[in-house]
């Protein structure tokens, strides 16, 4: 159980397009998925908390115009990068936080973009 | 604010020693700690937590973790290392308040040498 997946697992798309990437669970109702990024060799670093039917909340220094987090049911959050460049390459993982019982967050295999 | 340390990039390890990855945090009230490993190019696998009451917490692949409140430690431990363990390992740590967001250590990567 506590199966959560990502959809690209990889990404190659060129400067100024948008790329969306999406992250169920998929034995479990999520009412919390975070989205995480993580540069080679380093740790993770929250981007932002979504809970379902509401706004996301962003960690400082994030843009939430150009990273859109839609989390419109309670199995599927959708990150949409805008207008993506070189630097926003990078390891994008998701976690989801069942609704009930234990408070574990439960990660997706994570999507690799590259902007080319 | 709540905090993790790992002060081990690497541990070098022979399969078959037991191995020990160390995890210190900072947290204000009670610490719910998690350990996750990663492998390459991969998400992060929940391994274990520690909420409440025993301070030995028991894992996935044989792997557990100890809770000592006194020096705010929570190192990983197993009794035999595999040459599959090599991998990269997470201590996190959130607060007891009713926010979820968990905060990462710098991870440190696990060799096992055969």
């Known amino acids: 159980g506590a199966v959560v997946s990502q959809h690209p697992s990889w990404v190659i798309c060129k400067s100024g397009t948008s790329v969306k990437i999406e992250c169920r669970s998929l034995?479990?109702?999520?009412?919390?998925m975070f989205w995480y990024r993580q540069f080679p060799k380093q740790s993770l670093m929250l981007m932002a908390t979504?809970?379902?039917?509401?706004?996301?909340?962003?960690e400082q220094g994030v843009e939430k115009d150009k990273f859109l987090i839609n989390h419109a049911s309670l199995t599927l959050s959708t990150l949409t990068v805008t207008s993506a460049h070189p630097e926003d390459s990078s390891f994008y993982i998701c976690?989801?936080?069942?609704?009930?019982?234990?408070?574990?967050?439960?990660f997706g295999p994570g999507t690799r973009l590259t902007v080319l | 604010a709540q905090s993790v340390a790992q002060p081990e990039d690497q541990v070098n390890v022979a399969e078959g020693n037991p191995l020990t990855v160390k995890c210190t945090y900072s947290v204000s009230g009670n610490p719910y700690l998690f350990w996750y490993v990663q492998y390459p190019n991969r998400g992060l696998q929940f391994l274990l937590k520690y909420i409440t009451g025993d301070n030995l917490v028991k894992g996935s692949y044989g792997f557990e973790a100890e809770f000592n409140k006194s020096q705010t430690s929570f190192h990983l431990k197993k009794p035999s290392a595999l040459v599959s363990d090599s991998a990269l390992y997470f201590c996190a740590v959130r607060d007891g308040t009713g926010f979820q967001k968990l905060v990462f250590g710098t991870g440190t990567r696990l060799l096992v040498s055969p």
């Open positions: 034995d479990f109702q999520a009412t919390t």
């Open positions: 976690s989801a936080s069942a609704s009930k019982g234990p408070i574990t967050q439960y």
């Open positions: 979504s809970n379902e039917g509401s706004k996301a909340t962003y």
